[in-house]
Nanobody, 122 residues
Framework: VQLVESGGGLVQAGGSLRLSCAASGSTASISAMGWYRQAPGEQREWVAHITSTGGSTNYADSVKGRFTISRDNAKNTMYLHMNSLKPEDTAVYYC????????????????WGQGTQVTVSS
């Protein structure tokens, strides 16, 4: 599976951005997918994931209520709609493809995109 992110950029606090992840490969449409982020000097952290059908989503507490993950399997594309952005959301955001467990509650990535920078100014 090949993954390509787009949509990152510079935005003021309180603003919005939409990230996209275009997937290609034989298993792209049947894989669970997720977003991670990594701030400078920090470990990569899980942000959200979505099951292969899009029927179940999960979010980190830090983004719950502000971010929405979705996917369009006809386009093999996943999205992350980010609202009410905060300076602490500044990071490189990575798209991933993988598997879910326990009815979609847990996610394990197998493939990664190259990342897209999101910078939120105060």
């Amino acid at each position: 599976v090949q993954l390509v992110e787009s949509g990152g950029g510079l935005v003021q606090a309180g603003g919005s951005l939409r990230l996209s992840c275009a997937a290609s490969g034989s298993t792209a449409s049947i894989s669970a997918m997720g977003w991670y982020r990594q701030a400078p000097g920090e470990q990569r952290e899980w942000v959200a994931h979505i099951t292969s059908t899009g029927g179940s989503t999960n979010y980190a507490d830090s983004v719950k209520g502000r971010f929405t993950i979705s996917r369009d399997n006809a386009k093999n594309t996943m999205y992350l709609h980010m609202n009410s952005l905060k300076p602490e959301d500044t990071a490189v955001y990575y798209c991933s493809s993988g598997r879910t467990y326990y009815s979609g509650s847990y996610y394990s990535p197998d493939y990664w995109g190259q990342g897209t920078q999101v910078t939120v100014s105060s």
